[in-house]
């Protein structure tokens, strides 16, 4: 994977272990359907889901993001040249389905979660063994949010998941939230200072890499890669709340900078909270940012 050799160290020596494919695409997908929330940040809703006798197929995954986004997962055990553009047909059935997705949610996770359904920014994950730099091209002629995700076996019991190549369907929408967030914050009588801490802070984090993906829901604006990895909540009075998928017990925590929400209700995703209240704080954040980035 991109070079990367894991090795098996002992006293004795270092013995490397070798990457593997799987001997057949259900191992990929049944290993990931067992664990996908941790693996993808995805609720877990159905496999081989039939499309009809109409349409003719079935959708190898089906799940819902940790922001309410439906979500196709396209499984190949190597490469294959057709896995987007079978992903892109199932993500264009779900969409014209709506009703029927929404009631499968209900079904499985309960009204309120149906009637939460992001429908703006459906998700298609391709995971297979590996990837062109066609297929990686394509993604920029796509309007839709798509994730290639690169998988290796390593030994009995490891897997590896690289995320090769992402791109955002939504770019547009998330500069026109920029625009419209410095306006509410004007309206609400907040400062000038904290506006513009906003608007440093929603850069910062789409500046961390290619392909991460801004989701603007009622209450929050989560900032993802594959999974979120940062959720920013609306200007408070004096501060901006930022919640990271870092581990609070390996961080130093500060009072009134870091916070361990482990277990405690708050918007968006993370076990650690960071408070902004200058810029000063916004650098100090970096090294926070990046590693819950890295993480995702």
């Not at 870092?246 to 650690?272: N, Y």
Request: aromatic fraction near 8%; glycine fraction near 10%.
């Amino acid at each position: 994977m991109s070079g990367l050799k894991l090795f098996h160290t002992t006293m004795s020596g270092a013995t490397e272990v070798a990457p593997r494919l799987a001997e057949t695409e259900a191992d990929v997908q049944g290993l990931v359907e067992t664990h996908m929330e941790t693996l993808l940040g995805v609720q877990f809703l159905a496999s081989e889901y039939s499309t009809g006798p109409v349409h003719g197929g079935r959708i190898d995954s089906l799940g819902l993001d940790e922001n309410g986004s439906p979500v196709v997962v396209e499984y190949k055990r190597g490469l294959d040249a057709g896995v987007i553009n079978q992903g892109l047909f199932y993500l264009s059935w779900l969409v014209d389905h709506r009703a029927e997705f929404e009631h499968l949610i209900r079904d499985r996770l309960g009204a309120t979660a149906a009637a939460q359904v992001l429908w703006s920014s459906p998700r298609l994950i391709c995971i297979a063994g590996d990837f062109t730099r066609y297929d990686v091209h394509a993604l920029r002629e796509h309007r839709r949010s798509i994730d290639l995700v690169r998988y290796r076996f390593f030994g009995r019991d490891l897997l590896g998941l690289e995320t090769m190549a992402s791109v955002s369907g939504r770019a547009p929408a998330v500069r026109r939230v920029r625009r419209r967030s410095t306006v509410l914050a004007v309206k609400g009588g907040q400062s000038t200072a904290l506006d513009e801490l906003a608007q440093a802070l929603d850069e910062t984090l789409l500046g961390l890499g290619d392909g991460v993906n801004c989701v603007q829901r009622k209450t929050y604006r989560a900032y993802q890669r594959l999974r979120n990895f940062a959720c920013a909540c609306p200007p408070q009075k004096t501060k901006l709340l930022v919640y990271l998928k870092v581990d609070p017990k390996e961080v130093d925590l500060v009072p009134g900078f870091t916070r361990d929400v482990t277990g405690l209700g708050h918007h968006g995703t993370g076990d650690l909270e960071v408070q902004l209240r200058t810029l000063q704080d916004l650098d100090r954040a970096q090294d926070l940012f990046r590693a819950s980035y890295a993480a995702a």
